[in-house]
Each structure stands twice: as C-alpha cells, then as structure tokens.
C-alpha cells in the first residue's frame, strides 16, 4: 500500500454518508467491503457495532467519521478505542446538532489541560 493514503470511513444517517458518498469519500476494499455505513431506523445497534470495530480493524483506514447521536449508541466501544489511528471524530447531523460536552475527544483533551496551562 506504499504511496497511497488512507480512507476516511463514515457511519451516519442518509443525508450524511449521502454528502461524504458525492464528495468522493466512497470505496471498496479488496474484499468488496465499503468504507461507510448507513444508518436507518431499523440498523441494530449490534450492526452498528460490528461495523465499527471493522473500521477498526482495517489498515486501510485512518480517520472514522460518526454522527455525534449515532456514536452515543456504541458510546463503551468509542470510548474503548484509545490509537490516534484510525482517529474517531464525532460531527453532527441535520437532525442533531453537536454536543460538545458528549465528544469523547473533547473530553480526554479537557482532561490533559489545567486552567493554569492557559495563563
């Protein structure tokens, strides 16, 4: 895989993997896996999941972007995920807009300052 970046993966709603899938972000990988997942109404959590820790898995991806509402569902195995790579960012969607007390980067990052590194 010398000379080629890695993917960006999406799990969301239609209208967000719809936006990322017409921006280009759209692959198969050598096993005819795609790097994004829709989710609807009736997606188990379970799926979600699974997919999740696919994104994971793979080497072939470097950045794994979520709907902040969706990643509340898999918030443990968010939370479990400690590499810097595949980098896990939380965005919001249409419908639900971004909480950044509910960010789990945005957490750990608040946990490695003091109000003292600022002054």
Same mark, same amino acid.
């Given at each position: 895989?010398a ?24 692959e ?8 994004? $997942? ?5 997606t ?11 994104? $994971? ?18 918030r443990?195995?968010?939370d ?21 007390? *509910?960010?789990?980067? $945005?957490?750990?990052? *608040?946990?490695m300052?003091?109000a003292?590194?600022?002054?």
């Open positions: 895989m000379g080629r970046g890695k993917l960006i993966a999406v799990i969301g709603d239609e209208d967000t993997c719809t936006g990322f899938l017409l921006g280009g972000i759209g198969l990988n050598k096993n005819r896996k795609p790097n994004f $997942l829709v989710v609807e109404k009736d188990s959590v379970t799926e979600i999941e699974e997919t999740f820790k696919s994104f $994971l898995a793979r080497n072939d991806i470097g950045i794994i972007l979520i709907n902040q509402f969706i990643a509340e569902m898999i443990h195995a968010i479990a995920h400690m590499q810097s790579i595949p980098a896990v960012l939380e965005i919001p969607s249409k419908e639900h807009p971004y909480d950044a007390s *509910k960010d789990s980067i $945005l957490r750990r990052a *608040k946990g300052f003091s003292d590194d600022f002054r």
